[in-house]
T-cell receptor
């Protein structure tokens, strides 16, 4: 069974304090790994797609990396507006078309 | 351009009633997905459309749930004889062609079954 585990469940940082969020996955043939940001009361907002081990993508203060077993979302010098729940999802191989999501990491950046 | 839109934003219904939730995907996107997000749970895949066809209905939790898509655009998710455990946020997403492409989500419909 495809499985995605995100850690930590919650993280509180001071503004400017860099850290990493982890997404471990077990999937039969990975076709893609996706990171989303979700603000309260809103739908997930797309951040990154990673397709193969060793791939990295960056956007502003965020950088996503991928290995064969996990992905990291690195947040450098975060600001309060980076506070949100960060979701990781995988698209398994074979005929499945729906994403399998982790439960997310709730990130709070304190000024 | 316009993103995925969903209506209504919120829906309160009584147990046993039927509800219809609507999704308007991004213009030109052929793939459309429905997910459910319950309190304390991750997003759960329900159904996938490619055009008007639904090749993957594997996530529908029971036969009370059904969905259709017309004209390769608007989709409706119908829940019959609602139960309290159906209370959740129902999210719709679309992608240009599906099959590994990025899915873009709408704001969701918050359903409360009393």
């Amino acid at each position: 069974e495809d499985q995605v585990t995100q850690s930590p469940e919650a993280l509180r940082l001071q503004e400017g304090e860099s850290s990493s969020l982890n997404c471990s996955y077990t999937v039969s043939g990975l076709r893609g790994l996706f990171w989303y940001r979700q603000d309260p009361g809103k739908g997930p907002e797309f951040l990154f797609t990673l397709y193969s081990a060793g791939e990295e993508k960056e956007k502003e203060r965020l950088k996503a990396t991928l290995t064969k077993k996990e992905s990291f979302l690195h947040i450098t010098a975060p600001k309060p507006e980076d506070s949100a729940t960060y979701l990781c999802a995988v698209l398994p191989g074979g005929g499945a078309d729906g994403l399998t999501f982790g439960k997310g990491t709730h990130l709070i950046i304190q000024p | 351009g316009a993103g995925v839109s969903q209506s209504p934003s919120n829906k309160v219904t009584e147990k046993g009633k039927d509800v219809e939730l609507r999704c308007d995907p991004i213009s030109g996107h052929t793939a459309l997905y429905w997910y459910r997000q319950s309190l304390g749970q991750g997003l759960e895949f329900l159904i996938y459309f490619q055009g008007n066809s639904a090749p993957d209905k594997s996530g529908l939790p029971s036969d009370r749930f059904s969905a259709e898509r017309t004209g390769g655009s608007v989709s409706t998710l119908t829940i019959q004889r609602t139960q309290q455990e159906d209370s959740a946020v129902y999210l719709c997403a679309s992608s240009p062609l599906g099959r590994g492409e990025t899915q873009y989500f709408g704001p969701g419909t918050r359903l409360l079954v009393l």
